[in-house]
């Protein structure tokens, strides 16, 4: 089965910075996009970046100019360095990938464990 392992959530000061990983294993044909998403208490899960299979990327206006979505293709693995953090950006981030595996004729879409990000004010 898909399996996505997140890495790099922890505690910052504002204006810190950190860098997640997300790893996707299996028997894996294609990875059609692969994004963050986070969620703070009390709220609605939000994407916050998205980089497609073709290239295209997308950021959530509250992020943009301070995180970077990137893909390591050879290792299937997605990663969101986030500088100047704020508090506001304190939240569990979730990764999420669609994609097809070989058992399957058709993509789905996985999600990580979930990894908590505080930043500190």
């Known amino acids: 089965q898909v399996q996505l392992v997140e890495s790099g959530g922890g505690l910052v000061q504002a204006g810190g910075s950190l860098r997640l990983s997300c790893a996707a294993s299996?028997?894996?044909?294609?990875?059609?996009?692969m994004a963050w998403y986070r969620q703070a208490p009390g709220k609605q899960r939000e994407l916050v970046a998205q980089?497609?299979?073709?290239?295209?990327?997308y950021y959530a206006n509250s992020v943009k100019g301070r995180f970077t979505i990137s893909r390591d293709n050879a290792k299937n693995t997605v990663y969101l360095q986030m500088n100047s953090l704020k508090p506001e950006d304190t939240a569990v981030y979730y990764c999420?990938?669609?994609?097809?595996?070989?058992?399957?004729?058709?993509?789905?879409?996985?999600w990580g464990q979930g990894t908590q990000v505080t930043v500190s004010s």
């Open positions: 999420n990938a669609d994609l097809r595996q070989v058992t399957y004729a058709f993509s789905r879409t996985y």
């Open positions: 299996g028997s894996i044909v294609s990875i059609n996009a």
């Open positions: 980089i497609r299979g073709g290239g295209n990327i």
